[in-house]
């Protein structure tokens, strides 16, 4: 009867577990939706944005800003969005995964999401910056982090400055990706770019290009924001789902074990009587 209670007392364990893993999956599916909205409606005003930048740099070749200087030098800083939770599938160990073979080995970071930073410092990396970012995601956090990397680079401490996200593709599918951010590489020869040459520009196209491009900035660090949010919550409601899909199928093989179990304990006990019986005939 041992056996009996373990089991019982597992069969309420994996409940529970399953009880827990179902409510995070639902919270995680009313969050995925509302991010990944957010994700998809940047995505055209990006592309907007990008045409007019491409307009710029074929049509005014010498209009010129400091966040194009391109420099020989190596020194790279990194921002990184990663999460602050767990349970959320491989998207962190993809990620890092992607930083390692894309990144130069001597890199510094900027970090949002606790779980990149705390593997950062374990491995005695510089950490220039650590953001907490709200959910859904603000534009204000946004433009802070933007702005800190764009003085950065304007400052000379950086030759170049990238941005290592999850790209969301769809709820079953995150990409791991890492973007140059500065300098800023116009999107020439891009076919999914759409752009017009019929622009008139007042004031002048470097006034043009110096505002632009900060907003550009701002919006490319709040993008790569919004898609790694809406991944995280995706590979979150996933990875929940197959947790209560496996947490359903234990509880059948250990609910089928113990009723093997009882079924042999009272088949046991009916030959014991039915022996005792025998014997006192």
Not at 63 to 86: N, P, Q, Y
Not at 142 to 153: E, G, V
Not at 155 to 173: L, P
């Amino acid at each position: 009867m041992a056996n009996l209670r373990d089991i019982r007392r597992r069969i309420k364990s994996v409940k529970n577990t399953a009880q827990i893993t179902r409510a995070m999956q639902l919270v995680a599916a009313a969050k995925m939706k509302k991010a990944q909205d957010q994700a998809l409606a940047g995505r055209d005003y990006s592309k907007k944005l990008n045409g007019v930048l491409q307009d710029i740099s074929e049509g005014f070749s010498e209009a010129t800003h400091v966040l194009l200087d391109k420099r020989t030098g190596s020194r790279e800083l990194v921002l990184v969005i990663s999460t602050d939770k767990g349970l959320c599938g491989p998207i962190n160990t993809n990620l890092a995964r992607a930083i390692r073979s894309q990144v130069s080995a001597d890199a510094d970071y900027v970090t949002v999401g606790r779980k990149f930073r705390i593997m950062m410092e374990k491995q005695d990396r510089k950490i220039v910056a650590d953001f907490s970012v709200k959910d859904p995601v603000p534009f204000a956090d946004a433009r802070a982090i933007a702005a800190l990397l764009s003085k950065q680079f304007i400052a000379g401490n950086y030759d170049k400055v990238s941005v290592a996200f999850t790209r969301f593709v769809n709820t079953m599918t995150q990409v791991p990706e890492v973007m140059q951010l500065l300098p800023v590489v116009t999107p020439a020869n891009h076919s999914d770019v759409e752009t017009t040459n019929d622009f008139l520009f007042e004031p002048s196209p470097a006034d043009v290009l110096s505002s632009i491009l900060p907003l550009y900035v701002n919006f490319q660090v709040f993008q790569a924001l919004v898609e790694a949010r809406a991944s995280e919550h995706s590979a979150r409601m996933v990875a929940m789902k197959a947790a209560t899909d496996n947490a359903k199928k234990f509880i059948k093989e250990l609910t089928l074990e113990y009723n093997k179990l009882r079924q042999g304990a009272i088949t046991s006990e009916l030959l014991e009587i039915t022996t005792a019986m025998k014997a006192m005939e």
